[in-house]
Nanobody
Framework: VQLQASGGGLVQPGGSLRLSCAAS???????????MGWYRQAPGKQRELVAH???????NYADSVKGRFTISRENAKNTVYLQMNSLKPEDTAVYYC?????????????WGQGTLVTVSS
């Protein structure tokens, strides 16, 4: 599976950004009971979960973004979105799109190239 992410950039505190990530490749994986989402990595810190969403629409958010970020997906387009509102300087990080296939597949995790989000005045 290949992932193409877009939408990062520079935004002022309190502003909004929308990230998109489109998956392509294995039809078997794309049609599986997969989940897609976003992780982020700030300088000097470990990569952490931001949000994930299943094919069925079940979501999981990091506590730090609940109420500010919304994840959604268009299954027909194999695309996941992350709407980020009320952004804070601590949201500054490289955001990585993630595709997670069911454990029945030999390989389950795929990553996009990362898109930089900078929240600064």
């Amino acid at each position: 599976v290949q992932l193409q992410a877009s939408g990062g950039g520079l935004v002022q505190p309190g502003g909004s950004l929308r990230l998109s990530c489109a998956a392509s490749g294995s039809i078997f994986m794309l049609n599986s009971n997969n989940s897609m989402g976003w992780y982020r990595q700030a300088p000097g810190k470990q990569r952490e979960l931001v949000a994930h969403i299943t094919v069925g629409g079940i979501t999981n958010y990091a506590d730090s973004v609940k109420g500010r970020f919304t994840i959604s997906r268009e299954n027909a387009k194999n695309t996941v979105y992350l709407q980020m509102n009320s952004l804070k300087p601590e949201d500054t990080a490289v955001y990585y799109c993630n595709f997670r296939a069911p454990p029945t597949f030999r390989r389950t995790d795929f990553w996009g190239q990362g898109t930089l989000v900078t929240v600064s005045s």
